[in-house]
């Protein structure tokens, strides 16, 4: 089974700052990658599809990058709705989550 | 609108047995695989289980493989998740979600039903 790790698990960040979470695969999974955002006592939101694709109704400041193991998330100019958690997720596996925080 | 609905969940003993249900609503229900994917109190999202559009495919993660079964009724827009053999490390809040296709990208989620296991 192919494992999905994050990093870092959690940080803190100020509005208007740019933030980066890394999310990588045990082996390749081409552009096998999605990204979702989660609100306390919420279902997840998808964010972005095959790694780089910006689903629907999300803002442009979010973005996804990368290919085999290694992918990003950033969010530009981070928000005041933006802190929450954020997991990847590649087909049954996801990742342990990323928690985005206000410093 | 696209719209998926979870009932059944409630408070059960160890041992014993419920239904989830996930009812859909604003599209072609037939077209669409779904997910099951549970999160424990302060966890993170795991996947549980899925369903292909005609039923005629399912898969299941190795912790609840032999006590879930996951089945749907097209007819009925409506996919069912019968958890058996429960245990305290199922206790969760469990969606269901609309696959997307390429990539299963989980497009649409359900506002989750929470099961409770506990004597």
């Known amino acids: 089974d192919i494992q999905m790790t994050q990093s870092p698990s959690s940080l803190s960040a100020s509005v208007g700052d740019r933030v980066t979470i890394t999310c990588r695969a045990s082996?390749?999974?081409?552009?096998?990658l999605n990204w979702y955002q989660q609100k306390s006592g919420k279902a997840p939101k998808l964010l972005i599809y095959?790694?780089?694709n910006l689903q629907n109704g999300v803002p442009s400041r979010f973005s996804g990058s990368g290919s085999g193991t290694d992918f990003t998330l950033t969010i530009n100019s981070l928000q005041p709705e933006d802190f929450a958690t954020y997991y990847c997720q590649h087909s049954a596996s996801f990742g342990p989550g990323t928690r985005v925080e206000i410093k | 609108e696209v719209q998926l609905v979870e009932s059944g969940g409630g408070l059960v003993q160890p041992g014993g047995s419920l239904r989830l249900s996930c009812t859909a609503s604003g599209f072609t229900f037939s077209d669409f695989w779904i997910h099951w994917v549970r999160q424990g109190p302060g966890k993170g999202l795991v996947w549980v289980s899925h369903i292909r559009s005609d039923g005629s495919g399912t898969a299941y993660a190795d912790s609840v493989k032999g006590r879930f079964t996951v089945s749907r009724d097209n007819t009925k827009n409506t996919v069912f998740l019968q958890m058996d053999s429960l245990r305290a490390e199922d206790t969760a809040v469990y969606y269901c979600a609309r696959d997307e296709g390429f990539s299963t990208p989980l497009g649409y989620w359900g506002q989750g039903a929470l099961v409770t296991v506990s004597s």
């Open positions: 082996q390749s999974i081409s552009s096998h």
């Open positions: 095959t790694a780089s």
